[in-house]
C-alpha cells in the first residue's frame, strides 16, 4: 500500500508514513530572489554622460525626455503613473510661476554657470520648468565633458546607436542658436558630434575640442563651411588627422580672431600657414631656446605681426628676430608699447618691403624708456615701401629725427609717392623737418603734430586731407618766416 501524504500544517511542514517509520520534519527554505537595482520603467529612455567633477556633470535626456509636447494621457500610455509626490512637484508653487519670469531666471543662470548642468538639472523639477529650459535661446554657451567610458573596453553597437541618437537629438533640438560649444576628453563619437553642429548651429562662433581625438579634416572643415561666424578655435590636446588645421586656416584664417594649440604632432604645418599673427595686450614670455634647436624656421608666410600692448612688455630684439626669423614677407608690424625693441634690432629683421610701422608709446610708464636714436634706421630701409609710420612719443633727438625725415622725403631730390600717414604726436620733431615732409610727401593724407614741443602754438594738431595739409604747410611756412624776421 502507497504512503498517503498528510496534509500540511500551519508551519508549512508535512509527514509521510512508509512501513512503520516516518520521516524526519524538513523545513522548506525560502528562495530569496537576488536584490536588483532600481531601474527605470523603461531602461532605453534615458542615456547619461558622466564627469566627476559636479560643475561638468552633464545629463542628456534621450527622445522621451528632450519631446517638449508629452502629455500625462501619453504618459499614462506606457505605464507611468503619478504619484502623490509627483502631482505635488508639478501642480505646487513651480508651476504657478509666469514663464516669462522663469525664463529670465533660467536666462541669468545658464549665462553665469552655463547650460550644462544648469538647465539640465532645472527641467527635471516639473513639467513647465523642463519646457522653458528647453527654449532654444537659452542655450548659447554649451559645455560637454567626458563622455564615460570603462578603460580598455569599446562600446557596444546598442549603446553607440544610442548615443548618436542622443546626441543628434540632443543638438537639434537644443542647439540652433548656440554661439560657443565645448567638448572636453571625447575620445570618440567626435566626428558625430561635429557633424551635427555643422548641421544645426550656424550661429557657433566659438569651438572648443580640448583632449579630443579623431578630428578629421572633413568634419572641421565642415564646421567652418557651414558655422561663417566662428572666429574661435581651441584644439589643445587633441589628435587632430594630418593637414587638418592647415586646410582650416586655409578656408577660415581671414575670419579667425583666436587660435589656441598645444601639443599638437601638426604644429610646423600650422606655423608655416599663418599669415597674421596678433598678439594684442596679451602679457606672455618666450621660451629660451634649447640648445639642440637648431631647425626652427619661424613664419615663413607671416604677413602681419601685431605685439601691441599698454601694459609692461617683455618683447624685446632677441624675441622679435625668433618670431619674425624668416618672415621676408611681413607688411605690418605693429609693436606700440614695446620699448624694448630698438631700431638697431628692427633693422637687422629680414624683411625688405615693410609698409606699415607701429612704433609708439601710448602709456606714461614706458614713455620714459624711449629710445633716444635710430629712428633714421628705420627710414633708410624701409623709405621705398613705408606707407604709415607711427613715432607717437618716442623721444629721439631732434637731430635724429630730422635726419629720419630726410630720408623719407629723398633729401629734397625726389618726391615721396608712398608715404600716406605719418604720427609724430609727443615728439621732438622740428618745424623744418615738418615742413620738408609736407613739400616732399605729396601722397600724404593724415599728419599728427599734437603735443609737439617745437611746433608753434596753434599748429599741434591731427590734420587729415591734403586741403587740412596744405593749410598746415602754408601757416608753418608763415610762423617759419616771422621767426626769421624776427
Keep these: 500500500m502507497a504512503p498517503m501524504p498528510l496534509p500540511s500544517d500551519s508551519g508549512g511542514q508535512s509527514r509521510e508514513m512508509s512501513s512503520g517509520r516516518q520521516r524526519p520534519l524538513q523545513r522548506r527554505r525560502s528562495r530569496k530572489r537576488p536584490r536588483t537595482r532600481q531601474r527605470s520603467h523603461n531602461p532605453e529612455s534615458s542615456f547619461y554622460i558622466h564627469h566627476t567633477d559636479k560643475d561638468m556633470l552633464l545629463l542628456i535626456s534621450s527622445s522621451r525626455d528632450l519631446d517638449e509636447s508629452v502629455s500625462v494621457r501619453k504618459r499614462c500610455r506606457v505605464g507611468v503613473t503619478m504619484d502623490k509626490e509627483t502631482i505635488a512637484v508639478d501642480f505646487g508653487w513651480g508651476s504657478v510661476i509666469p514663464v516669462e ?61 544610442r548615443v548618436t541618437q542622443t546626441v543628434e537629438t540632443f543638438i537639434r533640438q537644443r542647439l540652433p542658436q548656440v554661439s560657443d560649444f565645448s567638448l572636453h576628453h571625447w575620445k570618440s563619437y567626435v566626428p558625430i558630434v561635429l557633424q551635427n553642429l555643422s548641421q544645426s548651429c550656424p550661429l557657433l562662433t566659438s569651438l572648443t575640442l580640448s583632449h579630443c581625438g579623431l578630428v578629421t579634416v572633413d568634419v572641421l572643415l565642415s564646421v567652418g563651411r557651414s558655422c561663417p561666424q566662428l572666429q574661435s578655435l581651441n584644439l589643445q590636446n587633441s589628435k587632430v588627422q594630418l593637414t587638418a588645421v592647415a586646410k582650416f586656416l586655409e578656408m577660415c584664417g581671414a575670419r579667425l580672431r583666436r587660435l589656441l594649440l598645444s601639443n599638437n604632432t601638426q604644429m610646423n604645418a600650422i606655423i608655416n600657414g599663418i599669415s597674421v599673427l596678433r598678439l ?115 623721444g629721439y633727438a631732434e637731430g635724429d629725427l630730422e635726419e629720419a625725415l630726410r630720408n623719407l622725403t629723398g633729401g629734397g631730390v625726389a618726391a615721396n609717392d608712398t608715404l600716406r600717414s605719418l604720427n609724430l604726436s609727443g615728439t621732438k620733431v622740428t618745424p623744418h623737418a615738418v615742413r620738408d615732409v609736407l613739400t616732399g610727401c605729396q601722397a600724404l593724407t593724415h599728419l599728427d603734430l599734437s603735443s609737439c614741443r617745437n611746433i608753434p602754438r596753434g599748429l599741434k594738431r591731427a590734420y587729415r586731407g591734403r586741403e587740412d595739409l596744405e593749410l598746415c604747410l602754408a601757416d608753418l611756412t608763415k610762423k617759419l618766416q616771422e621767426v626769421e624776421e624776427q
Design 101 to 161: 519670469i522663469l525664463h529670465c531666471v533660467f536666462r541669468i543662470l545658464a549665462e553665469s554657470e552655463g547650460a550644462v548642468p544648469t538647465l539640465c538639472r532645472l527641467s527635471q523639477v516639473c513639467r513647465l520648468w523642463r519646457e522653458v529650459a528647453s527654449s532654444p535661446d537659452l542655450w548659447h554657451r554649451v559645455t560637454l565633458s567626458h563622455c564615460w567610458v570603462l578603460p580598455g573596453t569599446k562600446d557596444s553597437p546598442t549603446t553607440q546607436k
Design 280 to 394: 594684442l595686450n596679451i602679457l606672455w614670455q618666450a621660451k629660451p631656446i634649447p640648445r639642440s634647436s637648431t631647425t626652427a624656421t619661424g613664419f615663413p608666410e607671416l604677413q602681419e605681426l601685431c605685439l601691441a600692448t599698454s601694459r609692461y612688455s617683455t618683447v624685446n630684439d632677441d624675441i622679435c628676430r625668433r618670431l619674425l626669423k624668416g618672415s621676408s614677407k611681413l607688411r605690418v608690424l605693429d609693436v606700440r608699447g614695446c620699448y624694448k625693441i630698438s631700431p638697431q634690432g628692427l633693422w637687422e629683421l629680414p624683411c625688405t618691403d615693410l609698409e606699415h610701422l607701429f612704433l609708439g608709446l601710448y602709456c606714461s610708464i614706458t614713455m620714459s624708456f624711449s629710445m633716444a636714436s635710430g629712428s633714421h634706421l628705420l627710414t633708410s630701409k624701409w623709405q621705398h615701401s613705408l606707407q604709415e609710420l607711427d613715432l607717437a612719443s618716442q
